[in-house]
């Protein structure tokens, strides 16, 4: 029991512990592409909007859209082998929560970096609850901006905020999955990733 | 992570899905899988891009600092889109010359459709030199419009200075018409007032007199005339 007691606070330590985080990384191109496929990853701690821009989502016609939902990273072992390619992953962060954004930065850790340029999206809902506190929309700008990825805000209360919110998605996810002719995730990244205006840090007036 | 591996494998899948169309019989129409696959292939060779790139800059691994690279970033970007914007108009040049390499080539040999298709492109002709003949008018006439324009601004200028020329005058003459006009009615006015003291005074000598003689003036007609015209002037103060 001893040894099954030090082993435990071997594995505990960094080295044996970072192995293990590199080891359940997500991956951008280790599996295939799928054909006239388009695969996304909704990652939201609460697990409510999801719901709904999943519905929204496989209503496209034009392309085969498959929405795979999870509740943070990393994901589960089991379904690796069956899990296809995630084209675009989003993270959904609810500005009333603090364990929302907290969440999706944990989450983060285990996203391998390949997928930082331009398969990354951050949607944000909640945006004009006055009990948001005006600094966590900055930290997750700010996030947004480090990472050089789009900032989206939506509306998750309406049938049509869901409907703009599933289009705007639509747009980065085709562009991801290669179905757009001339453009590439990494060029779009380049044009739509989240700016931080320089006087952010100034209190806003109220 | 193997993209070269994986895109070997790719191409094998991409030739696979060519040689089997039949492979493709969830669309069932006969014409729509060129496209599809045309599309498909469109798709993985932007794959195969994406894993190259990565592939190049697993390659080129140089350590540099974050704000170094944020500087260089814009520049790379701005270059970038001017490339893309060339080749753009690079690639609709492109397809211009060819769409008229090939309706010349069909105007050229006897194709089913270049009868329709000449006719069609001299109707073109005539209707384009009927634009030509009605642009040119239309210049014509515009150009006629704007002389009339400065014609009538030219006009309204001199009518402008006129008008002012006219208050000018008409101001000045009234300015001195009054002045005039009021000296003369000073001078009056004191003329007046000098004759009609001159009056009263005589007035008032002429009832003393009548007093002082002590004649019954009621009774003579001419005394009372005289009298009564002494009374209707009052009293100077």
């Not at chain 1, 330590?13 to 006239?36: A, C, D, E, H, Q």
């Not at chain 2, 060819?98 to 069609?120: C, D, F, P, R």
């Not at chain 2, 009298?227 to 002037?233: H, I, K, P, Q, V």
Request: with cysteine; charged share 25%.
């Amino acid at each position: 029991m001893s040894r099954g007691f030090v082993y435990n606070i071997l594995f505990r330590t960094g080295i044996v512990l970072s192995v293990y985080i590199r080891m359940s990384l997500l991956k951008p191109f280790s599996k295939l592409p799928g054909l006239n496929a388009a695969n996304i990853l909704l990652v939201e701690c609460e697990e409510q909007f999801q719901k709904s821009l999943a519905d929204a989502l496989v209503e496209e016609t034009a392309v085969t859209v498959y929405v795979r939902l999870a509740k943070s990273l990393p994901l589960p072992k089991e379904n690796e082998e069956s899990r296809p390619r995630i084209d675009l992953v989003v993270f959904i962060i609810n500005l009333t929560s603090e364990l929302s954004f907290q969440s999706a930065e944990a989450s983060l850790k285990y996203l391998d970096p390949g997928y930082l340029l331009g398969k990354v999206c951050f949607m944000v809902t909640n945006a004009r609850n006055a009990s948001v506190p005006t600094e966590r929309l900055d930290a997750v700008r700010k996030l947004a901006a480090a990472l050089h990825c789009p900032l989206l805000f939506a509306e998750d209360q309406t049938p049509d905020g869901v409907t703009y919110a599933t289009k705007r998605l639509l747009s980065i996810l085709k562009v991801s999955a290669g179905l757009v002719p001339m453009a590439t995730a990494l060029y779009l990244s380049s044009l739509t990733s989240c700016t931080v205006p320089p006087d952010i840090d100034q209190p806003s007036f109220d | 992570m193997d993209p070269s591996d994986g895109k070997g494998s790719l191409n094998l899948m991409v030739e696979a899905v060519a040689l089997n169309p039949a492979a493709d019989s969830s669309n069932a129409q006969k014409d729509t899988p060129p496209t599809d696959m045309l599309r498909m292939n469109q798709q993985m060779s932007n794959q195969c891009f994406e894993m190259a790139v990565q592939l190049q800059a697993g390659k080129s691994k140089r350590s540099c600092s974050t704000s170094e690279a944020e500087r260089d970033l814009p520049v790379y970007v701005k270059e970038l889109e001017g490339v893309k914007t060339l080749n753009f108009n690079s690639t609709l040049t492109l397809h211009r010359m060819q769409m008229w390499h090939a309706i010349g080539e069909t105007v050229k040999g006897n194709y089913s459709g270049s009868v329709a298709l000449k006719a069609g492109n001299d109707r073109c002709m005539a209707l384009c030199s009927q634009i030509k003949q009605c642009q040119q008018e239309s210049k014509d006439l515009q150009d006629e419009v704007t002389e009339v324009l400065k014609k009538r601004l030219e006009m309204k200028r001199l009518i402008d200075e006129k008008m002012k020329e006219m208050e000018d005058l008409k101001s000045k003459k009234e300015d001195g018409f009054t002045e005039k006009y009021k000296a003369a009615m000073e001078k009056g006015q004191e003329n007046l007032e000098k004759y009609r003291k001159l009056g009263v005074m005589t007035q008032n000598v002429l009832r003393g007199i009548i007093l002082a003689c002590r004649v019954n003036w009621m009774e003579d007609p001419t005394l009372r005339d005289i009298a009564m015209t002494l009374e209707d002037l009052p009293f100077s103060d």
